[in-house]
């Protein structure tokens, strides 16, 4: 008898020891949002916001700061304005003239970097740990 019952035992203590394992789908990022070269050409800026890709410039020491206080929209970005899409990882961006960028992205650092694999150029988040 004692047998029996600790083989009940062991059997429900395994069982009931186990984690079900939960299967996370990756996190899912995208372009909306403010981006520059990071440390390497700081005084240019893409803001990436309803499907339009807006270019801006700085030509003073701390662009970040200046850059946090544009929206899209507003009158300080150059005049050409560029359609994009992402869809399943890949940007385009209409260059216009038949010319497009047309891309996969990988993003690294929480979504703060993102990598573009057709011309090897690497974007930081504005405001990321990224850089």
Known sequence: MKNVFLSFFTIALFFTSCEKAVNLPA????MEGKWTYGANN???MYLYEDGLRYTYYC???NCDSLYNTYTAGDSNHI???LNYTFENDTLHVDLNFGNELVT???F???GGQANFEMNGQTFYRLNSDCK
């Open 59 to 61: 030509g003073i020491d």
């Open 27 to 30: 996190p899912y990022y995208d």
């Open 79 to 81: 005049p050409e304005v």
């Open 42 to 44: 700081p005084n240019t």
């Open 108 to 110: 690294v650092c929480e």
């Open 104 to 106: 996969p992205v990988t």
